[in-house]
């Protein structure tokens, strides 16, 4: 297991975290939006901006979500692969110390 996947996990997590970062701000923009009363009451124009406003809050909390499974994910990807890489050393090391006390019999 090379450290390269490692990092690229990690870089993986952290551009999930700026994304989470905006979803967040975003979500606070509509929010805001959202708790304005509406400049037209019963104007169709007005009420179709609050449904799509509505859906875009559904679907940023999915998108969200979605984010935040795939962090983890990396999370525990990460995890693996450094204990992978940590269990690679270890067996090399024990590999070259039966080496040598092969060698010290001889």
């Known amino acids: 297991m090379s450290t390269q996947e490692i990092v690229f996990h990690q870089q ?4 999930i975290v700026r994304k989470l970062v905006d979803i967040d701000l975003e979500l606070e923009n509509v929010r805001e939006e959202l708790q304005e ?4 009451p ?6 179709e901006a609050r449904k ?8 940023l909390w999915a998108f969200r979500r979605n984010l935040i499974n795939q962090k983890i994910i990396s999370e525990h990807m990460v995890e693996i692969l450094e204990l992978d890489y940590h269990l690679e050393s270890e067996i090399a ?7 040598i006390l092969r060698d010290h019999r001889c």
């Open 93 to 99: 090391g024990l590999r070259v110390e039966r080496q």
């Open 42 to 47: 019963g104007d169709p124009v007005a009420d």
């Open 12 to 15: 993986k997590i952290d551009e």
């Open 52 to 59: 799509n406003c509505e859906r875009m809050v559904e679907f």
């Open 37 to 40: 009363p509406p400049s037209n």
